[in-house]
């Protein structure tokens, strides 16, 4: 059974920048559609950015929230997904969760693919 790894989450001042980034277990599993979601306690969840894979192209998602601050990105050859957070805000601060999927999924639906243990980012 793959699991998803994140790491890199923290602590940081608001300003300040974080990279998250989040393998398989097996590196080798490589899958479609990759992405984060954030869970904060008494929020809703949010889907933050997501990649999808297809035949000769790359799509990313963001949501309107953290576009212009986030950048997602994967490295094939590490088979390793991560997130760039700049700008942070305070209300950034939630636990983020890796994804991974072998379909499509909308941003707001990427919660519903095979999640990591995630990995908290705190912002004050």
């Known amino acids: 059974h793959v699991q998803l790894v994140e790491s890199g989450g923290g602590s940081v001042q608001a300003g300040g920048s974080l990279t998250l980034s989040c393998s398989p277990s097996d590196y080798t599993y490589s899958t479609n559609c990759m992405g984060w979601f954030r869970q904060a306690p008494g929020k809703e969840r949010e889907g933050v950015a997501s990649i999808f894979t297809g035949r000769s192209r790359r799509d990313l998602f963001y949501a309107d929230s953290v576009k212009g601050r986030f950048t997602i990105s994967k490295d094939n050859d590490k088979n390793t997904l991560y997130l760039q957070l700049n700008s942070l805000r305070t209300e950034d601060t939630a636990m983020y969760f890796c994804?991974?999927?072998?379909?499509?999924?909308?941003?707001?639906?990427?919660?519903?693919?095979?999640r990591g243990q995630g990995t908290q980012v705190t912002v004050s």
């Open positions: 994804t991974q999927g072998t379909y499509y999924a909308p941003i707001g639906d990427i919660h519903r693919h095979q």
